[in-house]
């Protein structure tokens, strides 16, 4: 079997019964979408339109996407070095992009183990390349929605992979925006109830805070092309950490979430569209 992981698992099935995705090559897709504004080329032509109407009112579009990938990096590296996390569960993981969050933990710690869990076809279909697990560590990919926190949580590939008797490092990097608060916040207390004590939440939300005019017009083009968005002021991500402590940065627009942690340039305010926090559970 080409993947490395220890048991082979997707979505609970084992990956040579994977079943057959729709790629919907018909409709732009969020994951798709990002993947092109960070240069990527797992898209198509419906999700390229998107992007470059984006990109042509709004040319740093891209650097701020790249920084809102960066900051995934970052965070989930300061988790394993300073946190002392092993384990991630890691859901809207995206188009495989290196490095991949296992590839940025197990570089630390090549025992690090994480869960990737998105609700995308075509994440699926490149799923095979989360899978590359360092033989110390574990990966698995379950196909789920953060909606339905319940139905992934259960999938045996998580029992498999994660001790859910150790801290766990829950990452809902870059997805919660494509929910409203009434949809997200439900399943992330869920969520963040089954992990147990000493668990990180660590997440980052588009926001128009920054640059209101220019992320209006990015937020006015994914809803045109029917992909719902939600951006939120500070104190909107805020309550995601409600019961949790935040570190000592708190929530902040992600070019200020320790810069120095990372290896490319140090934006601006005016130059992001996203917070970011980390909150560990008491
Ligand atoms: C913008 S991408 C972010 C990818 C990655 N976390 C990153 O920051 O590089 C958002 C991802 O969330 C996924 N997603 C959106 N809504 C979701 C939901 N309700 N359940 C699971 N995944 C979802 C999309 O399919 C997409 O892959």
Redesign the pocket.
């Known amino acids: 079997m080409e993947n490395s992981g220890p048991d082979g698992w997707l979505t609970g099935v084992r990956f040579e019964e994977a079943p057959q995705v729709d790629l919907r090559t018909d409709r732009a ?3 798709r ?2 993947d092109y504004l ?1 240069g990527g080329k797992t898209n198509f032509p419906v999700d390229r339109e998107v992007g470059d109407r984006i990109l042509g009112e709004w040319p740093g579009s891209r650097a701020a996407t790249v920084e ?2 960066a900051v ?1 990096h970052r965070m989930v590296r300061r988790l394993v070095e300073v946190h002392g996390v092993r384990q991630f569960l ?6 495989p ?1 290196t490095p991949n969050l296992h590839e940025v933990v197990q570089a630390v710690d090549p025992s690090c183990r994480v869960v990737y ?4 076809p ?2 699926l279909a490149h799923s095979r390349a989360l899978l590359t697990s360092t033989p110390e560590g574990r990966t698995a990919y379950v196909e ?4 339905e926190p319940g139905r992934f949580l259960a999938d045996p590939a998580v029992a498999a992979t994660l001790d859910l008797d150790r801290p766990i490092a829950l ?5 919660v925006h ?2 409203s608060d009434e ?1 997200a916040h439900p399943p992330v207390r869920t969520l963040v109830d089954a992990l147990p004590s000493g668990s990180f939440l660590a997440l ?1 939300a588009g926001t128009a805070d920054s640059i209101p005019d220019l992320v209006a017009i990015g937020s006015r083009r994914y809803s045109e092309a029917g992909i719902e968005n939600h951006l939120r002021p500070r104190a909107g991500v805020e309550r995601f950490f409600a019961g949790l402590e935040l570190d000592d940065l708190g929530v902040v627009l992600i070019n200020r979430w320790h810069p120095e942690l990372g290896e490319g340039p140090v934006l601006g305010d005016h130059e992001v569209a996203a917070y970011a926090g980390l909150g560990r559970k008491p």
Request: hydrophobic share 50%; net charge negative; no cysteine.
């Open positions: 897709h969020p994951a979408v990002y960070l809102a990938r995934m890691d859901v809207g993981t995206g188009i992009t869990v998105d609700n995308d075509i994440v789920g929605d953060l909606r990452t809902l990097i870059n997805i494509f929910l949809a980052t």
